[in-house]
């Protein structure tokens, strides 16, 4: 089952979304992360979502490293996203923050050669980084 229509059956009411898109987080915090998912849909309007989506994913280059693993991890957790996941291709890794404890955030560690669960849909659905990556690679 493709990845769009495992969300409609199984939460259908969750729209992802590509940059260019504004979040507002906070009356002071506009992000545009690189991938989102929003599951309430009272939160977007045509022109930006306004609170925090459900799902992150940063795609970390060397320009946004830092502020991608240390300021807006804390950002996002704080705002209320679920899960935030930082992909960085030169490492062929993605690390996974679960924020749905608030209390008890944990990270997890993956490499592209693994299926990823999205924990947003308690990891029935999975990510292949490295066949995203060779797609990439075969679409240049």
């Excluded at 404890?101 to 993956?110: I, K």
Aim: charged residues 30%; hydrophobic residues 40%.
């Amino acid at each position: 089952m493709g990845d769009g229509a495992f969300a409609q059956k199984n939460k259908g009411k969750c729209v992802p979304f590509i940059s260019p898109l504004d979040i507002k987080l906070s009356e002071k915090t506009v992000v545009q992360p690189d991938v989102m998912i929003v599951c309430d849909r009272n939160k977007i309007n045509h022109k930006r979502v306004f609170g925090a989506p459900d799902f992150v994913a940063e795609v970390l280059s060397p320009s946004t490293k830092g502020k991608d693993l240390l300021i807006k991890s804390h950002k996002y957790r704080d705002a209320g996203v679920k899960e935030y996941w930082l992909i960085d291709p030169d490492n062929k890794s993605v690390m996974v923050y679960d924020f749905r404890d608030y209390d008890n955030p944990c990270v997890a560690m993956f490499s592209f050669e693994d299926e990823i669960p999205i924990l947003l849909y308690d990891g029935e659905l999975t990510i292949n980084m490295k066949e995203i990556m060779d797609y990439l690679s075969f679409a240049e």
